[in-house]
């Protein structure tokens, strides 16, 4: 069986890491300062819970649905902006968003764990026309995450 083990201890390791850091930061810190995407550091890390929950969704579809599959896209052509301005991340309990990233990819990494592998060659297209593996998705979501705390170190770390 195809082991993601080493991913899911990546991904475990930086909520461990980072979620005490989160803690700590004052108002001023996690919603004035501001990215290249205009993006507070309450609207990266709520950028990073619907990364979780639309992966989350896509592994689970994968598993189950005809390849290749086609969803909604939200992480290209503006989208994942209007999801953060939808659920209004800005004004959200500062608390409730680390806890919600927190648990939703706690419980990704269980679903990873539970992956099929007869699945792993299932394409999804995504909005620009990418024909993504399951098993790609999976090994990339490390990435994208380190993508977005590195945006927020540089934000806490440059006023």
Known sequence: MKSFTDN???????LRDW???????PEAV???RRNS??????M?????CDSASNNLHRIIHLQYNESPVVFPDYA???????WIAIQSYQDENWENIIQLWKYLNFHLIHVIEHVNEEKL?????SALKQEITLETMILDYPRHLRLHLDEIEELIMNP
Do not use: F, S
Request: charged share 20%; net charge neutral; no cysteine.
């Open 8 to 14: 899911n201890i990546e991904i475990a390791a930086l």
């Open 19 to 25: 979620e005490p850091r989160l803690q700590l930061l």
């Open 30 to 32: 996690i919603g004035e």
């Open 37 to 42: 995407q205009n993006r507070t550091i309450r």
């Open 44 to 48: 990266v890390l709520g950028h990073l």
């Open 76 to 82: 290209n052509l503006g989208n994942n902006d209007r």
């Open 121 to 125: 060659t299932a394409v999804w297209i």
